[in-house]
């Protein structure tokens, strides 16, 4: 489907210019030549425009009054303004009104092309991002986080709470795969602002400048690749949700640009001169003790004390393991249907075996285990034989000064080369006590593959599965 484009231009000489141009790109173009017109092709059109690119000053008024009306309907694409002159105030009054760009006329024109080719790419984000919050508001309620246990009546009682009031940030903490990210969707999607987007990042799986871009965003020519515009995670966050997953991971000088978007509500991209107003929440979760980063002056305490009002600490599932008959059921039910079987009983050998086992990785073991079993099994019962516990055929030894890691495999097939690799992965790090660099040594790789690995198999910097 090609890209449809409203060019708003009272000189219809440039506005001619304009539409030959961007139609022999590939655009689908609309033209108008004052705001009436403008306004009946973006009310009646049913291809809506994924970018305008206006005149400030029309015969008929101000484009920016057009924008306002536009945004006050909820209605979004983005907006790029040409202008012969202007003045301060309405720049401002733009950018406040979310305008993704100003060009002076003549513009460049390959700075006009990679203007409106970012301004595409950020609408079309932002629907998706808007589209998938629809289908998830049903899906993530404080019901959806399943347990009869006390504590999970608890954390249920006190997600439904945070939810319907207006806070700023909240900080999600417990061990790794407690759930902490069905939390944060929990508490975007039953609250106020469900209706927004809700953007999520790991702050462990991106290197220091990388993560700054995304979260930031960046003009043109701010470093070297930098050919566009881009909007960073927090401004397309705005009305919505930020996650920080890992924000104990985050570097102390990106840490105190977090604190300043909380304090003033704003936010610059990396080589921009501006400051552009945000409105969002945070929902932070770590897995790391960080009143002691604190101690040891790894994480910043202003952000920590900032974070700190609303504090929701996730149970481990070992405190919590009379919920294994509310939390296995589902997950057989969903993997039965990926092979298109009936699900099958779980006997009592089976719960004994699930109770007796400590579950170092939480739910998102527990999940990772019925999925074994479910897709491996053959007959009506999940088979007890099939319980994986530690990797099959992996032998560990608990690291020392003395000692070498080491990692052995039985080559029977029970293992595919992924599960090789992150076991790998997972006993350097535990060799290491945690040290990326000592860990990526250890593995010959650099930090940053090494840092994707864990993303990809979804391990924190301790070595567990996340």
């Known amino acids: 489907m090609r890209t449809v484009l409203l060019i708003i231009e009272d000189e219809r000489l440039l506005a001619a210019e304009l539409e030959r141009r961007f139609v022999g790109q590939g655009y689908d173009v609309r033209l108008a030549h004052d705001i009436e017109t403008a306004e009946q092709i973006l009310e009646t059109e049913l291809g809506a425009p994924l970018v305008v690119l206006s005149d400030m000053s029309l015969p008929d008024g101000n484009a920016l009054d057009l924008l306002d009306r536009r945004r006050a ?45 970012g301004a595409a790419r950020s609408t079309r984000a932002q629907q998706r991002v808007l589209a998938q919050s629809e289908r998830d508001d049903g899906r993530f309620q404080p019901r959806h986080f399943l347990g009869s246990s006390a504590v999970a009546r608890q954390t249920r009682e006190m997600l439904g709470r945070l939810a319907a009031v207006p806070f700023t940030a909240v900080l999600l903490t417990g061990a790794t795969g407690t759930g902490k990210g069905l939390a944060a969707r929990i508490l975007h999607h039953s609250g106020t602002r469900g209706g927004g987007p809700i953007v999520e990042i790991n702050c462990a799986a991106l290197p220091r400048d990388l993560l700054e871009s995304e979260l930031f965003g960046h003009e043109s ?18 009305g919505g949700t930020l996650f920080l997953d890992e924000i104990g991971e985050m570097p102390l000088e990106l840490q ?24 969002l929440r945070l929902v932070a979760a770590s897995n790391r003790d960080l009143p002691l980063m604190v101690e040891r002056g790894e994480f910043r305490p202003d952000l920590y004390h900032r974070l700190n009002t609303f504090v929701l600490p996730l149970p481990a599932l070992t405190s919590r393991l009379d919920d294994l008959r509310d939390l296995v059921p589902p997950f057989v039910e969903e993997f039965a249907a990926l092979v298109g079987r009936p699900p099958p009983a779980v006997d009592e050998a089976m719960w004994a075996r699930l109770r007796a ?5 939480n739910i998102r073991e527990l999940r990772n285990v019925i999925e074994r079993c479910v897709l491996l099994g053959q007959g009506p019962v999940l088979e007890e034989d099939l319980f994986p516990g530690d990797p099959r055929g992996t032998k560990r030894e608990p690291p020392s000064g003395d000692s070498v890691a080491r990692v052995e495999f039985v080559l029977d097939g029970s293992l595919s080369l992924e599960q090789m690799e992150a076991e790998l992965v997972r006993s350097a790090l535990l060799a290491s006590g945690g040290n990326l660099q000592s860990a990526a040594r250890l593995l010959r790789t ?7 690995r864990i993303q990809k198999y979804e391990l924190s910097a301790s070595g567990n599965t996340d």
């Open 357 to 361: 086992h400590d579950w170092p990785g």
């Open 221 to 238: 020519g701010a470093f070297t690749g930098a050919r566009g515009q881009r909007r960073g995670l927090i401004e397309q966050a705005d």
């Open 446 to 452: 650099t930090r940053e593959t090494l840092r994707y």
């Open 73 to 117: 309907h909820g209605v979004g694409q983005e907006w790029i303004f040409l202008t012969g002159y202007g003045t301060i105030g309405e720049s401002v009054r733009g950018l406040r009104l979310g305008a993704f760009d100003f060009l002076e006329k003549p513009a460049d024109p390959d700075r006009l092309d990679l203007a409106v080719q």
């Open 256 to 279: 105190s640009k977090v604190l300043k978007v909380l304090e003033d509500r704003r936010v610059r991209r990396l080589g921009g001169s501006r400051e552009i107003e945000v409105d």
